[in-house]
């Protein structure tokens, strides 16, 4: 029996993950944590039985409880409630799919207390990726991406050299406006940079996908997971959605990963890794497969992809200003408070401004978010 703990439990790849669950009668589930969705989060309890519940939301956590009473379950809240399920004693591994540089202290708690980990948060490496990675070898603790890039090239690495990696090969869709110029995007709404046209995914990886800012957070976390830097990790835009990535090797050889866009198939390969299990999902026909298409990604429009390779080419704290600034854009956006191209031109602010801190620590993170929120909200007052 596997012993699971679920941060996130209530959005996309937490929902996805217990799908997973429920098809595997030897895992079972020790932790959720979610926000403040306890509507679902009470069925899910009644349902996998953990035996600790986080509820950010400390004023939901104290409604939950009291719904929850007749159940042998421990109800926390806030930082400290995540931390606590986070580190659950019997959990073997925690799936972080919590939104939000909130991920980092949870994933080093989890490391901390030698969980394996399956890595659905990536701001967590965005930020943070010089304290993670150094930790989880330090602790002998396995990070196994969720990401389906990622996971795909996690898996075309199995078995093989990293020294010998000559470039990766990241796949984007190009995200529901692929091909359009500036001046098509002028007056984006909110409903048309969530229709994604292979994906179904929470609403603010969504609209990165839609910006390509998803796809320059991708490459950042790419440098840390498997140790190339930005200019050897080739953006390829791949509108199909079936080569989730590639990995060149210094023969020239090129491996990649296929399959249909399903995210439980990267879910449920952390969860097991290294053994495939059977799962019931759609699969790739080659024999209706009519072509595979390929092109670069316009860096002339969606200028977010640009601002992200620079911030992971410079490093230190400016990472953390590209993923805060986009954070809070993202949110301006879906409110209705911003234009759809202002999204990439707060971050352009916002990383201009900014003093890098070259070697950051979680503390040093936090504020230089929390600066990059108080610039916006200087600077686009709503």
């Given at each position: 029996?596997?012993?699971?703990?679920?941060?996130?439990?209530?959005?996309?790849?937490?929902?996805?993950?217990?799908?997973?669950?429920?098809?595997?009668?030897?895992?079972?589930?020790?932790?959720?944590?979610?926000?403040?969705?306890?509507?679902?989060?009470?069925?899910?309890?009644?349902?996998?039985?953990?035996?600790?519940?986080?509820?950010?939301?400390?004023?939901?956590?104290?409604?939950?409880?009291?719904?929850?009473?007749?159940?042998?379950?421990?109800?926390?809240?806030?930082?400290?409630?995540?931390?606590?399920?986070?580190?659950?004693?019997?959990?073997?591994?925690?799936?972080?799919?919590?939104?939000?540089?909130?991920?980092?202290?949870?994933?080093?708690?989890?490391?901390?207390?030698?969980?394996?980990?399956?890595?659905?948060?990536?701001?967590?490496?965005?930020?943070?990726?010089?304290?993670?990675?150094?930790?989880?070898?330090?602790?002998?603790?396995?990070?196994?991406?969720?990401?389906?890039?990622?996971?795909?090239?996690?898996?075309?690495?199995?078995?093989?050299?990293?020294?010998?990696?000559?470039?990766?090969?990241?796949?984007?869709?190009?995200?529901?406006?692929?091909?359009?110029?500036?001046?098509?995007?002028?007056?984006?709404?909110?409903?048309?940079?969530?229709?994604?046209?292979?994906?179904?995914?929470?609403?603010?990886?969504?609209?990165?996908?839609?910006?390509?800012?998803?796809?320059?957070?991708?490459?950042?976390?790419?440098?840390?997971?498997?140790?190339?830097?930005?200019?050897?990790?080739?953006?390829?835009?791949?509108?199909?959605?079936?080569?989730?990535?590639?990995?060149?090797?210094?023969?020239?050889?090129?491996?990649?990963?296929?399959?249909?866009?399903?995210?439980?198939?990267p879910i449920q390969y952390a969860l097991f890794y290294p053994d495939r299990r059977p799962m019931d999902a759609k699969r790739?026909?080659?024999?209706?497969?009519?072509?595979?298409?390929?092109?670069?990604?316009?860096?002339?429009?969606?200028?977010?992809?640009?601002?992200?390779?620079?911030?992971?080419?410079?490093?230190?704290?400016?990472?953390?200003?590209?993923?805060?600034?986009?954070?809070?854009?993202?949110?301006?956006?879906?409110d209705g408070k911003i234009r759809f191209l202002e999204i990439a031109d707060i971050i352009a602010d916002c990383m201009?401004?900014?003093?890098?801190?070259?070697?950051?620590?979680?503390?040093?993170?936090?504020?230089?978010?929390?600066?990059?929120?108080?610039?916006?909200?200087?600077?686009?007052?709503?």
């Amino acid at each position: 029996m596997k012993k699971i703990a679920i941060l996130g439990s209530t959005g996309s790849i937490g929902t996805q993950t217990l799908e997973i669950v429920r098809a595997n009668a030897d895992l079972t589930v020790t932790a959720l944590a979610a926000g403040s969705n306890i509507t679902l989060l009470e069925q899910q309890a009644r349902e996998f039985h953990p035996s600790v519940v986080a509820v950010w939301d400390t004023e939901k956590a104290k409604e939950l409880a009291v719904k929850l009473k007749d159940l042998p379950v421990q109800v926390v809240s806030g930082m400290e409630g995540l931390l606590e399920a986070a580190a659950e004693p019997q959990a073997e591994i925690v799936v972080t799919a919590v939104v939000g540089m909130i991920g980092i202290r949870p994933t080093i708690a989890a490391i901390e207390a030698g969980k394996e980990i399956a890595l659905a948060n990536k701001e967590t490496l965005v930020t943070a990726g010089h304290i993670i990675i150094p930790l989880a070898e330090k602790r002998g603790v396995g990070i196994y991406p969720v990401d389906s890039e990622h996971s795909a090239i996690f898996q075309c690495l199995n078995g093989e050299n990293r020294k010998q990696i000559h470039k990766i090969l990241l796949t984007a869709s190009g995200g529901p406006f692929r091909g359009k110029k500036r001046e098509e995007l002028q007056n984006i709404t909110p409903e048309q940079a969530l229709r994604h046209p292979n994906w179904s995914m929470g609403r603010k990886i969504t609209i990165d996908s839609a910006t390509m800012v998803n796809k320059g957070l991708e490459v950042i976390e790419a440098k840390w997971l498997f140790g190339v830097e930005p200019d050897r990790i080739q953006v390829v835009v791949q509108p199909q959605s079936l080569i989730h990535s590639m990995v060149e090797f210094e023969d020239g050889a090129v491996m990649a990963q296929l399959g249909t866009p399903d995210m439980k198939l990267p879910i449920q390969y952390a969860l097991f890794y290294p053994d495939r299990r059977p799962m019931d999902a759609k699969r790739v026909d080659f024999t209706a497969l009519r072509s595979i298409d390929f092109s670069v990604p316009d860096l002339e429009t969606f200028t977010g992809l640009a601002l992200a390779y620079e911030a992971g080419r410079i490093g230190g704290s400016l990472p953390t200003v590209l993923n805060a600034a986009n954070e809070k854009a993202v949110a301006l956006f879906l409110d209705g408070k911003i234009r759809f191209l202002e999204i990439a031109d707060i971050i352009a602010d916002c990383m201009s401004a900014h003093r890098n801190i070259e070697n950051p620590s979680v503390a040093d993170i936090l504020e230089t978010e929390q600066e990059t929120y108080e610039r916006i909200g200087r600077r686009w007052p709503v």
